[in-house]
């Protein structure tokens, strides 16, 4: 508890609870964003977003494949075996296992060749979840284009 009373230093305090629990396992410092503003600020800017219900977004990344048949496995997986359309760089949508099969020799053989196991991380797993409402699917388009390296 902080022994400074006023209402910024209860707001910190508080937000900090609500917003950054200390209970969750986290490695390394979690990021918190700053705009050049007070903490205070911050956390009053979060409690409006949250009550004037402003849509969230969440880009979670994980794992991701050391190695082809890792990688492979992770697209069996989001395609349910081929059942389910999948979009490639290009923009070509297809759906059944021959696809399935061409865009794993695609990024196998498209740069430098990926072993069925290896050491180096060639891929992550990146997963947008936005809110129900609305599907921005040309948006989530132009992220996953723009925002890889």
Known sequence: MS??????AQ????????FYPG???VKAN???????????TMIRHRIEAIVRRAPQVMVKVTGGGRGMKAIAAHFRY?????RLEIEDD??????DKEALLDIERQWRLGGAYIPDIG???EAFNVMLLGPSQGCHVERE???SREGRG
Do not use: C, M, Y
């Open 119 to 121: 050491q180096r991380r």
């Open 141 to 143: 388009r132009g992220f």
């Open 11 to 18: 707001l910190v305090e508080w937000g900090d609870r609500l």
């Open 30 to 40: 979690t990021p918190r964003l700053h705009w050049g503003t007070s903490h205070a």
């Open 3 to 8: 022994k400074d009373r006023s209402p910024e």
């Open 78 to 82: 989001i395609t349910r075996n081929g």
């Open 23 to 25: 209970n969750r396992i």
């Open 90 to 95: 290009r923009g070509a949508v297809e759906r």
